[in-house]
């Protein structure tokens, strides 16, 4: 019976992983072109020092997280059949996306301080 349990829990957290996954694969694909359109037209600001070091420094986080993201997500292409491989998959899963949305808050922090600073200086 204890058998049963798991292996329906373990069923349930595939098909939450596997749904995971798709979500992640799309923020990831939203973020790569929300920051393919929005990068050169930033490029055309002249502010401070200090305002361009926090850009690119949420600019680089951002990347940074999409990338490790973009890792765990290419890292769960393949199944096994063990469950411990199974929990690590899905352990992969859950890592990507957390990254995901870590890139996408890099991404709105970045977008804030634009909006701040042209309410500020405009």
């Known amino acids: 019976m204890l058998k ?3 292996r ?3 069923q349930w957290l595939k098909r939450q992983a596997r749904k995971d996954r798709r ?3 799309g923020l990831l694909a939203g973020l790569l072109a929300a920051w393919v359109h929005q990068l050169p037209a930033a490029g055309d ?3 401070s020092p200090l305002l361009l070091a926090i850009s690119a ?3 680089m986080g951002s990347a940074g997280a999409w990338l490790l993201a973009a890792y765990f997500v290419s890292r769960t292409l393949r199944v096994r059949r063990e469950p411990a ?3 690590r998959w899905i352990a992969r899963i859950s ?3 957390e990254w995901a949305f870590c890139s996408l808050s890099a991404y709105v922090a970045w977008h804030l301080l634009h909006f701040v ?3 500020l200086l405009g």
Request: proline share 0%; net charge negative; charged share 30%.
């Open 4 to 6: 049963n349990h798991l």
């Open 8 to 10: 329906r829990d373990l």
């Open 23 to 25: 979500i992640t694969v």
């Open 45 to 47: 600001d002249s502010a």
């Open 57 to 59: 420094a949420l600019v």
């Open 85 to 87: 491989e199974e929990l």
């Open 95 to 97: 890592r990507g996306k």
């Open 117 to 119: 600073t042209a309410l």
